[in-house]
């Protein structure tokens, strides 16, 4: 959503918290796309890091060829519109932490299959950790900027939502549920937490 001056300082202030735990941090505002972008989107719909995600993933998995990273990739990255979004979030929870399937050849040409490791649970300092201020999402109706996005090697997993004090709680969740679930569905679905905040309460 767009951001009040009396909720800038709470942004900034959450910004600092994060980044004390080891999070890298950019300021979207000013975010770039296509060639040369920012982040490496081509454009505000792509939500996914692709190329954090796939440097990360080859590190994590260095005995696997390329060959099991992309058919990871596109296993993990596959449209689940026919879902609902409870469903498809559960898909991708299992995903996250058991890994993906892989299909791949060996030097001999022979088919083998794996685990691909998208996240490191055991060794948490072995992953990419990223907080977005004012991160821009385009949907099919209309453009917004979500006041922080946590992101852990590359895909986005935590949504944050700041208001100011003077604001009830319940209808800044109730509004920004409506506001963002609808027109971007298919942006929420890797998205694991949802935190609304005021100055006094969180969500």
């Not at 409870?86 to 060996?106: E, H, I, P, R, S």
């Not at 992101?151 to 969740?173: C, D, M, Q, R, T």
């Amino acid at each position: 959503m767009a951001t009040g001056l009396n909720e800038i300082p709470m942004e900034i202030a959450a910004l600092d918290r994060i980044i004390e735990q080891g999070y890298e941090a950019v300021d979207c505002g000013i975010e770039t796309f296509g060639e040369n972008a920012t982040l490496g989107r081509k454009t505000p719909e792509d939500v996914v890091l692709l190329d954090r995600l796939k440097q990360k993933v080859i590190n994590l998995n260095p005995e696997l060829p390329i060959e099991a990273i992309d058919d990871a990739l596109n296993t993990l990255l596959q449209s689940k519109a026919n879902l609902t979004l409870v469903n498809a979030n559960k898909f991708y929870y299992n995903l996250l932490k058991n890994g993906v399937d892989a299909t791949f050849k060996d030097e001999y040409g022979i088919e083998k299959e794996d685990k691909v490791k998208i996240i490191d649970w055991q060794n948490p300092e072995n992953n990419d950790f990223l907080i977005t201020r004012q991160f821009k999402i385009s949907g099919e109706m209309y453009n917004c900027r979500a006041d922080m996005v946590l992101f852990v090697n590359g895909l986005p997993l935590v949504f944050i939502e700041l208001k100011a004090s003077h604001k009830h709680l319940e209808n800044a969740y109730n509004d920004n549920i409506k506001h963002y679930l609808m027109p971007y569905r298919k942006h929420f679905i890797t998205m694991h937490l949802s935190l609304y905040q005021t100055e006094q309460k969180r969500k």
